[in-house]
């Protein structure tokens, strides 16, 4: 559905995305992660067609997105400060998206407005930055897009409406097909709305993953053993991307799949041997850990 293929983009002196190919499925939900200043905004933007990347190819349903308005009529971006024109109200809002956007469902947004009971007549202006978020989901579900793109989505809602936000998606996601690329430094929320995970740093992408694929390759192993074996001796048959000693405990976060880490521990004949699940925040931390973004403690005097 997205396929974006060796895409540059620079502005002045930073190289914001480099070289970055990424492939996102029609009908799933695509978490795009990253430290801070990886370029995901960028990208994002790139995608919706807002920004002209450099190099590359950038192809939603095949067709380009770039100043083509008729791949723009499905493709709508909620940016993480939502915008609205000058003195407008919710309806004034609804009344512009309904010249620009061709399937416009009326029904749909009186539903929504009701529903999470916005007053439609009030400056957009003079509400909370929750209630613009609402306003702006209201006002891009109701124009039915086949792409929809967020950018730190839920930020600024409280837990029942960030709750019932995602329910309408994913009811848009199973019934219409509903394509949804977000991005979002709440990693604990990704875990449970997302099928699919891309991990970007300094610009590139380091993977993309089936979320479910993911966290059965990734892998805590708290093992003791009454005799230390020889460190690199054990760790070679490893693929490695945390080693610590806390005590007389090995805290190891490695690479691959289960039925193949298993034995390999037990043929060195542990005392104690704990092989357990990460969560999406860990394999985080750990990846980019692995290219050199990792927790640092900082002493101050």
């Known amino acids: 559905m997205i396929q974006a293929s060796a895409v540059n983009k620079r502005f002045d002196d930073l190289q914001a995305v480099e070289d970055l190919t990424l492939h996102v499925k029609k009908g799933s939900i695509y978490g795009l992660l990253g430290s801070n200043g990886a370029g995901k905004t960028t990208l994002l933007k790139i995608l919706a067609g807002i920004y002209r990347y450099d190099s590359g190819e950038v192809k939603i349903a ?5 100043e083509t308005p008729d791949t723009k009529q499905h493709v709508l971006f909620i940016p993480d400060q939502p915008h609205f024109l000058h003195q407008t109200s919710l309806n004034d809002m609804a009344g512009f998206y309904k010249e620009v956007y061709t399937r416009w469902n009326e029904k749909r947004f009186q539903q929504l407005t009701k529903h999470f009971r916005m007053n439609p007549d009030k400056k957009l202006t ?16 109701s124009a039915m897009p086949d792409v929809l793109i967020l950018d730190e989505p839920f930020d600024g809602l409280d ?72 460190k690199d001796a054990f760790l070679s048959g490893l693929d490695v991307l945390h080693y610590e000693k806390r005590g007389s405990v090995l805290l190891i976060i490695v690479k691959g799949r289960e039925e193949e880490i298993l034995p390999y521990v037990q043929s060195f004949n542990p005392a104690i041997f704990d092989l357990l699940p990460l969560t999406l925040e860990e394999i985080f931390i750990y990846e980019l850990g692995g290219v050199g973004y990792e927790i640092r403690n900082l002493i101050v005097e």
Do not use: W
């Open 62 to 66: 095949d067709k380009p997105v770039f």
């Open 126 to 141: 003079r509400m909370s930055k929750g209630m613009q978020r609402q306003a702006s989901f209201i006002l891009t579900l």
């Open 159 to 230: 837990p029942v409406v960030r709750q019932q936000m995602k329910n309408a998606i994913l009811q848009d996601v199973a019934d219409r097909g509903l394509t949804l690329i977000v991005s979002s430094h709440n990693l604990r929320e990704m875990e449970d709305f997302c099928d699919y995970v891309g991990i970007m740093h300094n610009g590139g992408l380091l993977f993309e993953r089936d979320l479910d694929e993911l966290k059965t390759d990734i892998h805590k192993l708290q093992i003791a053993f009454k005799q230390l074996p020889e």
